[in-house]
Structure formats: structure tokens, C-alpha cells
């Protein structure tokens, strides 16, 4: 996909998923960069040798800039989460712009290189803010599956979207790390699971249904997007 294509996703539509040829999935991670869990995700993936899209926390680049120039000279993709994890349908709709802005000049002067998605923190937008995020020139993606690895579960009730639902083209949601009071919001205690072994298990699983993972970008290169407008009223 070209970014003349990319301008043409319709008003308040976001990416959830990938058509395409390929037999390949698009893994995402949100809410890192964060010890422990930034760092086990990153292992397992080398290992398997393949790249994700991370769209990451801006408070939490500052706070652990080398593990994020960590995850960009492995090879994997940048997108933005925001500067912190409050919902955007909470904040006045150009402070969410001027704060996009921002933060996606920040990111690419850190990196070097363009910051083209934006994934909305629980995946909530309202049409202002969805519109605010378009006007600091970033596409929303969302996702088709989630590991709903916010939760302790066991790891096969993890693993049931990715057993049970596996098909080209998904953009799956996992996390590297879990927002807290530090990123504006409580949503609990954390999960206490290995988010390596998560990850080294659900590209295995992948990998027998004959499916290779990839970054959002590499897989819209061969690919198209699949949108749809998905807005909080
Ligand atoms: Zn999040």
C-alpha cells in the first residue's frame, strides 16, 4: 500500500485487518515499552525471527528510552498509543490533537523515520478524536483477534483466538506491558504472565497452521486494508 492509498481510508475508519495473498498474520503489542515484559516479548521474537508493530506509550519511551531503541534496531515497527492511556473521548478534542502531534514529532525524531499508525487507548475513538488524530496525520488501526493478555488466565484460554480463529491477514492484539497510575489511569492490578512465553507460544501455533507474522507495514506492502468505522457515539 502506498501512502497516496493510505489518504484514502474513509472518514472515522480504522484498520482491523489485513486482505491478502499471503499466508501471514500481523502481530501488534500495546502499552511498552516496559521492563520485563518489553524484554521477554523481544527475545521470543527474535528467536522466531520475525517482526511486529508496537505502538507504544510516549511517557514510557521517556522513562526507558534505551528499551525502546531496543525494540526500533531489532527491526520492528513504531506506531503511537498515545501520550498516556486516558480515553481519548475523555479529553478536549484538540488537546488530543496538539498532544498527537507532539508526541508523533517526538517519536520520529527519536527514530529517524516516519510514525504513519495510531491505536487509540482501548481502542476507543469519537468522531473528534478520531478526526484530531487524523489531522496530526496518523491512520488508525485496530485489530481482528486479541489475546486478552490483560488478564491472569491460563495460557491455553489465552491462546484460543490464535488456535481456534487463525486466518490470513488478522492483526492480533497482545501487549508487552500494562498501563497504570504512571500512564494516567487504574485499571488494576497487572497480569503476572510470562509475555515471552506467550509470545514464543502463539507464533508457534501460527507457525503449524502453516502462518508466518509480520509488522502491519510489511504485511500492507503485498496487501490491502480492511476498514470500517467503529466510533464510540
Ligand atoms: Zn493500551
Redesign the pocket.
Known sequence: MSDDEAETIPVGSSIHEVRTDTKTVVLTY??GPEPDGTERVLEALREHGVTATF?V?MGRVRRFPRLFAEMADAGHEVGL?GVD?QRLTSIDPREVHHRTRDARSELEDRLGSEIRWF?P??GLHSRDSWNAVDAAGLTTVLWTDALRDWWDRPTETHLEPVINAARPGTIMLA?DGF?SHLDGVDDGRPPTLDRGRLTDLMVGVYREQGLSCCSLTEALDVGRPVTDVRLTP
Do not use: N
Open positions: 500495546d502499552d505502538f506509550l498509543h492511556h491505536r487507548p482501548y501487549h498501563a
